[in-house]
């Protein structure tokens, strides 16, 4: 029976270790990279005033998910891997479970919210300073983080409170929830089932939601007789529907890959695409492709000079 204070052994990247010191400084640079970034976005929105609206208060939260949910894994993997250690406490391992399930479910919800601001800017243009007022962002966004911390506390309670027994080792770089219930000699059946459950909520509503939304937007883009007119109006939410395709479509092949068996190597790949690369791609995205955000730049450099 394994202690609940007792260390548990993550194997890591396995055959990787040979090449441990060039994956340590590629992940490193591109966790540093991550953070500088999103920071930015944090700053850009705090002070350029043409940033003040919905839209940019939703993506400063997007980029404090992140924050939170590359920070969650990225340190102790470096670590780990530059070491060749893999031990950690089950507390410590459901602590950062914990944060990855609140990151994922806040993160899948601010995405949707952003959506909802689009659509109710290009389809319901009249009524949307009265609706998306500073107010119900407040409440929406804090509704969001609320979400994602109550529904991981659920599930991660029901985690802790499983038996576990030997042997205490995890193949993977981080404490995900398959490789935490093959540790248990408990009936997981219902954690699963809850896991389950919860995923209609949190992915495939949000999902369809914004599916549907995108779908009223490009209807409405359609009906607008100018080709710029349509290209300007698209091009206020490219960015947005460039980090949704990358999220989901990471997430989506991420849970389709199985869990056991020859391709668990190819799964552990993509959750450290997901989890240390994709964070890196909202500031990326926004910078390039979202005219209000350069524009933020440049002034944030002229001002500097």
């Known amino acids: 029976m394994i202690n609940k204070t007792e260390e548990l052994v993550l194997v890591g990247f396995g055959r990787l270790q040979n090449l441990k010191h060039l994956v340590f400084m590629f992940f490193f640079m591109v966790y540093i990279a991550t953070l500088l970034g999103n920071f930015l976005i944090i700053l850009l929105v705090l002070k350029s005033h043409q940033l003040h609206i919905p839209m940019y208060y939703f993506l400063l939260h997007l980029s404090v998910c992140d924050i939170v949910f590359t920070t969650n894994i990225a340190p102790t993997m470096l670590h780990n891997l530059l070491l060749d250690l893999g031990k ?105 089932v809850v896991v389950f459950v919860l995923s209609i909520p949190i992915i495939v509503i949000p999902f369809v939601f914004i599916v549907v939304t995108y779908i009223n937007i490009f209807i409405t883009v359609l009906k607008i007789p ?65 005219q209000d955000i350069r524009k933020a730049i440049q002034m944030l450099l002229f001002k500097k000079r």
């Open 226 to 290: 100018s080709t710029s007119g349509r290209q300007k109006t698209f091009s206020t939410c490219s960015s947005h529907l460039t980090s949704v395709g990358t999220y989901y479509g990471t997430l989506t092949i991420l849970y389709v890959v199985p869990k056991r068996g020859p391709l668990l190597n190819v799964k552990k790949a993509l959750h450290l695409l997901y989890t240390v690369v994709t964070p890196l791609f909202n500031p990326v995205i926004y910078s390039l492709r979202n």
């Open 88 to 192: 950690t406490s089950m507390k410590h391992c459901i602590s950062q479970f914990y944060m990855y399930g609140t990151s994922t479910i806040t993160e899948c919800y601010i995405l949707t919210l952003m959506s909802y601001d689009r659509y109710l800017a290009i389809c319901k243009p009249l009524h949307y300073t009265s609706t998306m007022d500073i107010n119900f962002c407040l409440r929406l966004v804090g509704g969001s983080w609320l979400s994602g911390l109550l529904i991981t506390l659920c599930t991660s309670i029901m985690v802790f409170n499983r038996d576990f027994c030997g042997p205490n080792i995890i193949d993977h770089f981080m404490c995900e929830l398959a490789p935490l219930l093959k540790l248990s000699c408990s009936d997981t059946t219902s954690v699963e």
